[in-house]
Nanobody, 115 residues
């Protein structure tokens, strides 16, 4: 059974940084792509980062490009999201995601950017 467990969220001031982690179990981690999404109150879930199975390809929407960095450690079955220069509009619940024959989601971790 595939499980994704996110951690690392919290309250941070504008301009600050956070690093989110997502530990995966129940799958051969290095065979699958990973993504980070976020969902703010009243808004649709939004893709914020993608990484290929080997980690050599990453992609970001313009809203976070240059501020967020996705990475993975296949030896630890973990994907990370380094978030820098955080803005109040980055406030959301952040989820990691992968696909095998179906899509899997973690439970999410809350990020609040506020002074």
């Amino acid at each position: 059974q595939v499980q994704l467990v996110e951690s690392g969220g919290g309250l941070v001031q504008p301009g600050g940084s956070l690093r989110l982690s997502c530990v995966a179990s129940g799958l051969t981690f290095n065979r699958f792509i990973m993504r980070w999404y976020r969902q703010a109150p009243g808004k649709e879930r939004e893709l914020v980062a993608f990484i290929s199975s080997s980690g050599d390809i990453t992609n970001y929407p313009d809203s976070v490009k240059g501020r967020f960095i996705i990475s993975r450690d296949n030896a630890k079955n973990t994907v990370y999201l380094q978030m820098n220069s955080l803005k109040p509009e980055d406030t959301a619940v952040y989820y990691c995601n992968t696909e095998t024959y179906r899509v899997y989601w973690g439970q999410g971790t809350q990020v609040i950017v506020s002074s």
